[in-house]
């Protein structure tokens, strides 16, 4: 798999990925991007759409600090078994956020980001197979 991506550039792309999904998640929150294109189109209130939007900012950071931890490139956590344990979460959440997604109507959910997460799961288990 080295042929294909290293680990160290796997790394950057993931961490750059899980930015620019923060920052989406932020415009969402703020009313910049519609909210009807996420959480399958099911968000009926701005309560909702708040607690929701929170709930994935927070799994957002999350990655990002684990992550950062596991390439090196930011350390939070030097516990490697608590990085690789949050590691394997981040991939079985992200295979089945890529389920959710491809099963979306929207076709910005189901195309693009069922891409995007597709594009994270491989990786997050790039850098977990070394």
């Not at 792309?13 to 930015?19: A, C, E, R, S």
């Not at 099911?42 to 900012?57: G, N, Q």
Request: charge should be positive; charged fraction near 15%; aromatic fraction near 10%.
């Amino acid at each position: 798999m080295e042929d294909i991506i290293s680990i160290e550039l796997a790394g950057y792309i993931l961490l750059i990925t899980l930015g620019l999904l923060i920052i989406f998640h932020i415009l969402i929150v703020v009313g910049k991007v519609p909210y009807n294109i996420v959480w399958a189109g099911k968000i009926k209130s701005k309560k909702e759409l708040f607690l929701m939007e929170s709930i994935s900012l927070f799994i957002s950071l999350m990655a990002v600090i684990i992550v950062g931890s596991k390439t090196k490139n930011l350390i939070f956590i030097e516990d490697q078994t608590i990085v690789n344990t949050g590691m394997w979460i981040l991939l079985a959440l992200f295979v089945f956020n890529t389920i959710g997604n491809l099963t979306a109507k929207n076709p910005i959910e189901k195309y693009g980001f069922g891409t995007l997460t597709i594009l994270i799961s491989f990786l997050v288990l790039r850098i977990l197979v070394g």
